[in-house]
């Protein structure tokens, strides 16, 4: 195959035209679906290059200028239009076949419907067009359909023109007055429910809400509706935004590659991000609903009334919009839990980003397929580069530069510099070093060191900073990294919370006052996004976790606890010698168990023992096979040492009905079976009273740590209960893939062949697929190769069916240098397996590349 080339950030040049004005006529038909677009084009500048439009998949029928036939060539991904005009109207006429469209980019058909999907660069899949986000036109979209069929005919900004037409056919015209590029452009036709309410915004305009989903489903769509609502005053009320159009509209699909996108007026959803009632949604589903609900909502302004100039500015929406979700969250919901979440992305999936082959910088210098990009570390990293702006700015001077940034770009395609100097000229604070988070690849890595001076009183503690090479940079520069840190005393008192200015490669901070030496909490609330090393005594930590003011840094010394704890052990096996758990650390988490200061939620997350996964990444080298049975060990040992505390907490929670408590419920259940089988009685009663799902899937989850009778019999009474339901369905395929057992992967292999799975459904392939490569560790790296393989057969049929989707399951596999040489080969052996089959995509062929060299 011929080799995709790269796109450079260097070489962006302005667009050579605009287009102020499209017009898009649809007649959906299946296979014939025809498309009139008519554009007014204006040549920018003096020159006289030729019209260059984008186009994949498209059988051209005409092209016009000015209502004549124009001159054009064709050519791969191109449409050349020779013309000398200043400007002129462009009509290009085309059919479309939506019906063969399994990409889920352009215009495709989901479950009946029609669906759009033109993020980042899927428009181009619907008409010749100059489909880059620094075109940012007026759209007018006139669609017709047959009305038994398609009843709702939906489109970006407000409904200004509908009819009936002749044969059945109706017709309805949308005008969105505010210009948006071609990503933002939205189409859906068909039969829905449809959940309707209003918003008043603070100017007392009415704001029309309607939420569609398939038909049977509105009594889940109460919950989306209400987030949107919370949506909507919340950001009047922390960011003095406003709502700008007549009416939004949120659709709910089945088949789609994202969680959501966030076109003008018109967002499209995956139905996990919709869906939800008490029988079938768990705690977690109704936040994820709110949070992705407030995202796109959030993406109006951030994103749709200030857009990105080119695909390389991604994080100037996405890393932003991100932040403000997450602030949405913690205003509304557990500030401590959601910044928890958070981090755990950072630590378990962007560090690992970052180290692979794939790592880049926020704001990317270079891309093959702009789909391998919507990344951790362009979102998730980008969120954290925009909180500790916030954190160095303080709220009152970091709204004044978002005021600032919207009073100069509003309706304007612009860059992350563009942002960053709105924030300095806002608040009179230099930014200049702290750019180099949007230009630099890699995780910063400090290391911490302590000393006392007992004469003076003094406390000591030097920072040191290095970013290791990552593909394509070396000799990185220090970073501004704002470095939060609290000293505690000996009775648990907060002597000093501040955050340091921590700017050189090596800098030292002094502090005065002290009797005896305090017990110093580090990088509080994840201020930065950065490895930390520091050697942490059980003693220290321990006092952490029962004094530090924040409830963050308490779970973060819990972590460290039994990281502590399980590398010891690891390191008792590789010594051949007995593995063993110091009493300190276990009385430590039954002090948990027992405190009666610490919330419901707080003590789930901390009992939440780190997964495989996130042990992995706290190592350049990991031991596989020795800290799978370390791993195992500790949670035994703390498990069965808590036994009576944990039973008796599961008791009590038993009664209560709120999130926190079933969190913390579930989180003692599972640690209960990992002691006794008699315990499986607990989870069996729980799943067979259970009034709603998170209980439901608390014990599912429990019972499916190890193979019995017992398992069997919940597995199959909830496929027999959720069969027809596809969303329960996709935690049914998921504790499958998270089995841990040596038939796991012949499991996989049958459950591929069953009625609820299609590998042409993204959910029902992440679910069991995906879940099973990302999650289930020791499985997916079993030395007989059989994980690598399972994943490899699939990664090569969804080639042919979304190559965007196999490219975001291959992670894990490209992911192999910490592991050791022999599975490294086995990893590599897959990667080339992929590599050699005809058709590779752009998506697989630019991961695949970079992995292997």
């Known amino acids: 195959m011929a080799q995709p080339q790269a ?114 660069e899927g428009f181009r899949s619907i008409t010749y067009f100059l489909d880059r986000p620094d075109v940012l036109a007026i759209y007018t979209v006139r669609i017709q ?24 056919l109706h017709y309805v015209q949308w005008h969105d007055p505010f210009p948006k590029p071609a990503y933002l452009f939205a189409l859906v036709a068909g039969d829905f429910d449809l959940l309707e309410d209003e918003f008043i915004t603070r100017s007392g305009r009415k704001v029309k809400l309607q939420v569609f989903v398939d038909k049977g489903n509105q009594h889940k ?28 509209m949120i659709v709910a699909v089945d088949f789609f590659n994202m969680g959501a996108m966030e076109n003008k007026g018109l967002n499209v959803f995956n139905t996990k991000y919709v869906l939800a009632d008490k029988a079938s949604a768990t705690d977690a589903d109704y936040h994820g609903i709110e949070s992705v609900v407030g995202h796109e909502y959030f993406h109006n302004w951030t994103g749709n009334r200030v857009t990105c100039r080119d695909w390389f500015q991604l994080s100037l929406k996405e890393g932003l919009t991100v932040f403000r979700d997450q602030e949405f969250s913690s205003d509304v919901g557990s500030r401590a839990v959601n910044r928890i979440h958070a981090i755990k992305v950072m ?71 563009d942002f960053v100097a709105a924030m300095e000229d806002a608040s009179g604070i230099d930014l200049g070093q702290f750019r180099r988070w949007y230009s630099q690849a890699g995780t910063p890595e400090v290391i911490a060191s302590e000393s006392f001076d007992a004469a003076t009183g003094t406390f000591c503690l030097t920072l040191e900073q290095s970013t290791p090479d990552t593909p394509g940079q070396s000799d990185k520069l220090p970073q501004h990294i704002p470095f939060d840190i609290e000293l505690i005393d000996a009775d648990g008192n907060s002597v000093i919370n501040q955050v340091l200015d921590f700017t050189q490669q090596s800098q030292e901070f002094s502090f005065t006052g002290f009797n005896h030496k305090p017990f110093v909490s580090l990088l509080q609330g994840f201020s930065a996004p950065v490895k930390l090393e520091f050697d942490y005594s059980i003693e220290q930590l321990l006092h952490l976790m029962r004094f530090a003011s924040s409830e963050v840094a308490k779970w973060e010394a819990s972590v460290s606890l039994f990281s502590l704890c399980v590398w010891q052990c690891v390191d008792h096996l590789q010594n051949n010698k007995t593995m063993y758990i ?156 998270t089995y841990t057992s040596a038939g796991c992967i012949d499991q996989l292999e049958k459950l591929l062949k069953h009625e609820a799975f299609s590998m042409s459904n993204p959910n029902r392939v992440r679910s069991l697929i995906g879940v099973f490569a990302a999650a289930n560790t020791f499985e997916f790296h079993r030395l007989n190769g059989k994980g690598y393989q399972f994943l490899t057969s699939a990664i090569i049929e969804l080639n042919k069916v979304n190559p965007q989707v196999a490219a975001r399951m291959i992670t894990p596999l490209i992911q192999f240098k910490k592991f050791d040489l022999v599975r490294q080969d086995l990893m590599k052996a897959s990667l080339q397996q992929i590599l050699a089959i005809d058709d590779l995509s752009k998506d697989l062929y630019e991961k695949v590349t970079k992995a292997l060299s």
């Open 221 to 248: 769509a109460h919950h989306a509706i209400a987030s949107l609502k919370k949506s909507m005053a919340w950001d009047e009320t922390r960011f003095n935004l406003e709502y700008d159009l007549d009416i939004y």
């Open 145 to 168: 359909a047959d009305k038994a069929l398609f009843p709702y005919l939906l489109s970006n900004g407000n409904l200004i023109n509908s009819g009936e037409l002749e044969g059945g």
């Open 347 to 417: 630590k378990n999936q962007q560090f690992a980003e970052d180290s692979g082959p794939m790592a880049h910088p926020i704001r990317p210098e270079s891309v093959i397929e702009m789909n391998n990009f919507y990344t951790v570390t362009v979102y998730n990293k980008g969120a954290e580069v925009i909180r500790m702006m916030h954190t160095l700015l303080g709220e009152a001077k970091f709204q004044a530069g978002m005021a600032l940034y919207f009073e100069r770009h509003d309706g304007q395609a612009v860059t992350c510099d």
């Open 7 to 120: 796109k450079y950030l260097k070489d962006y040049q302005a667009p050579a035209f605009q287009i102020s004005h499209i017009n898009l006529d649809f007649s959906l038909n299946g296979k014939n679906t025809s498309l009139v677009a008519v554009s007014k084009v204006v040549r920018v500048g003096d020159h006289a290059e030729p019209l260059i439009l984008d186009g994949e998949n498209i059988q051209l029928q005409s092209v016009k200028v000015n209502g004549v036939p124009a001159d054009f060539i064709q050519s791969a991904g191109k449409l050349s239009i020779n013309t000398q005009l200043t400007q002129f109207e462009l009509e290009v006429v085309s059919k479309l076949d939506p019906e063969s469209n399994t990409s889920l980019e352009g215009l495709y058909m989901s479950d009946g419907a029609y669906c759009t999907q033109c993020e980042a």
């Open 582 to 737: 110091d009493n300190r650390i276990i009385d430590g988490f039954k002090g948990i168990l027992l405190a009666d200061d610490l919330n419901e939620a707080l003590m789930a997350e901390i009992l939440t023992l780190p997964s495989a996964g996130s042990l992995i990444e706290q190592t350049d080298s990991v031991d596989l096979d020795n800290l799978e049975v370390a791993r195992q060990f500790a949670v035994l040992e703390i498990a069965t040492a808590c036994e009576d505390e944990l039973l008796t907490k599961t008791r009590l929670l038993s009664s209560q009905g709120t999130a926190e408590a079933r969190a913390l419920k579930n989180v003692c259940l599972s640690l209960l079976l990992k002691v006794d089988d008699t315990h499986r009685t607990l989870a069996v009663k729980q799943f067979e009273t259970a009034d709603n799902m998170t209980d439901t899937l608390g014990a599912l989850t429990a019972l499916n740590a190890e193979q019995s009778s017992e398992r069997e019999q919940v597995l199959a009474s909830f496929e027999s209960q959720w069969l027809e339901t596809p969303l329960a369905m996709d935690k049914w395929f998921s504790l499958h893939a």
